[in-house]
């Protein structure tokens, strides 16, 4: 902690007098108050844990008042013995008014980044709302990497396209793909033509790092991206993609669905939720996460209605079990029946009475299931994007990282893709031959659930196709190029 004085000069030290010897003793530096965790700290000193973070707190907030990306004055020392002072000082700022009111919220318009698409803007409700958490999932190839790249350079435009601030990109997986954004900004209609001024996107104005485990993901979201969005002004921060990390975090081992694992997977998730929401709400930008899925097989839904029994004619069923499990077909306290040379005896009044009987007490009946619409299978088909319509068996998806997660995203936005397949004429030396092959993939924006706009209907009812272009994501009209098709075929 020998530091703290050539680092902060005007740092109050005297506010913390009984903190800091422990801290020099044990040899923790400014940047260890900072990165280290709060319990590992109270760990090697010893000190309390609320004292511990207050520290922190303060040795934070005036690292920003000295880069000047704060609003705060800088506090004034204070002598060790005025006590009083320091607690009114603790109560004034914790009793700091609300912003906004709930009525002021409703009453200000709402401000949206577009996607570049009109149409794709109004299934979205305007488009990628800030102050909010939105989540864009889909699987590999469905386009969600080219909408985020959209939107890195939308942000920078003027209402009402964007927000007329900078973005920043946070990789988990692989760097920012600035061959793609040049690409965009020289093939897009919308951004080819705008003149080279303080308007224009820009390059420049996006702030790309990769975090390629989940320590220096949470080191970069607490501590770096809340001084560059105070710094720069950025209004949109996108994390690309948020399950990789936690999925090598939490799902390799042998311990993978044990309980322990699990909550502290659910907790991780809580407290990023938390953090994403608070820089949303706080800075006024849009939060927007990519998210992978994974394969959901449909099983047969378990219901409580009785089975009917057998027909007459039916051919007795033949076990295949071991002979030592027929003992316990009839219940653990069953005792079993006498064999004789013909076989199995049915058991007559003078035999039952001479069966032992168990002195405890029988087993209560089995409760009924629950019925299948109170499933976690069949409610998932409307907050996961997949399966709400009638081909719910076919191609079913779950977005990753579970329910925790998905209760911690304001919107969710589902990308789909399907395959397309034509005849393929196979030319040889005796005969043409035409095959089924794959042409193309078709892909659809939905809006599984979303605080702005309703959600779209069973299946693809209320979907937009579109499709991945060089100047990015473009709308599809099936409708419209069906009737310039007929209309071509009427003038031949």
Not at 92 to 101: D, E, G, I, V
Not at 257 to 269: Q, V
Not at 353 to 368: G, I, N, Q, V, Y
Not at 404 to 418: E, F, G, H
Request: with cysteine; aromatic share 4%.
């Amino acid at each position: 902690m020998t530091d703290l004085s050539r680092i902060l000069p005007d740092f109050p030290a005297g506010r913390f007098a009984n903190l800091l010897p422990a801290i020099e003793r044990h040899g923790l530096t400014t940047a260890d108050l900072l990165t280290l965790q709060v319990a590992d700290i109270g760990k090697r000193t010893q000190l309390p844990l609320l004292d511990i973070k207050r520290l922190c707190n303060a040795v934070l907030d005036a690292l920003h008042v000295d880069l000047g990306v704060s609003d705060k004055q800088p506090q004034q020392q204070q002598p060790a013995g005025d006590r009083k002072a320091e607690r009114d000082n603790d109560n004034s700022t914790s009793a700091t008014p609300l912003k906004r009111t709930g009525t002021e919220l409703l009453a200000a318009p709402p401000r949206f980044i577009s996607t570049l698409d009109d149409a794709l803007d109004n299934a979205l409700g305007g488009g990628i709302p800030a102050g909010y958490v939105t989540e864009i999932v889909g699987e590999s190839g469905a386009g969600k990497t080219q909408l985020l790249l959209t939107l890195l350079l939308a942000v920078q435009l003027p209402p009402p396209r964007g927000l007329g601030r900078p973005a920043l990109y946070v990789s988990t997986e692989a760097p920012l793909s600035t061959r793609r954004l040049a690409q965009l900004l020289a093939h897009h209609p919308l951004l080819k033509d705008l003149p080279a001024d303080s308007t224009r996107p820009s390059l420049d104005r996006i702030v790309g790092t990769v975090t390629p485990d989940l320590e220096s993901q949470d080191h970069i979201l607490n501590f770096q991206v809340p001084v560059e969005v105070a710094r720069r002004g950025a209004g949109l921060l996108v994390l690309d993609s948020v399950a990789a990390n936690y999925r090598v975090e939490f799902e390799r081992g042998t311990n993978v669905a044990s309980g322990a694992n699990l909550a502290a997977r659910g907790h991780e998730l809580a407290r990023l939720g938390r953090l994403l929401h608070d820089l949303a709400r706080k800075h006024d930008l849009a939060v927007v996460v990519a998210n992978q899925v994974a394969d959901r097989f449909a099983g047969p839904a378990k219901s409580s209605a009785p089975q009917p029994p057998p027909p007459s004619w039916s051919l007795p069923r033949v076990s295949q079990e071991s002979p030592l499990a027929s003992r316990s077909k009839s219940g653990p306290y069953s005792h079993p029946q006498p064999i004789t040379l013909s076989g199995v005896e049915p058991p007559s009044s003078n035999t039952a009475d001479l069966l032992l009987r168990s002195s405890m007490p029988e087993p209560p009946p089995e409760e009924p299931l629950a019925p299948a619409a109170l499933l976690l299978d069949h409610q998932q088909r409307w907050f996961t994007g997949w399966g709400d319509d009638a081909r719910s068996d076919v191609d079913l998806k779950t977005p990753s990282l579970g329910l925790v997660w998905t209760t911690q995203v304001a919107a969710r936005v589902a990308l789909l893709k399907r395959p397309a397949y034509g005849r393929k004429e196979v030319l040889d030396d005796e005969e043409g031959q035409s095959t089924t092959a794959l042409r193309n993939w078709r892909r659809w924006m939905k809006v599984v659930f979303a605080p702005h706009v309703a959600g779209a209907g069973p299946g693809l009812d209320g979907a937009v196709e579109f499709e991945v272009t060089m100047g990015g994501l473009r709308a599809v009209d099936r409708k419209g190029k069906g009737k310039a098709k007929a209309k071509e075929e009427r003038d031949d």
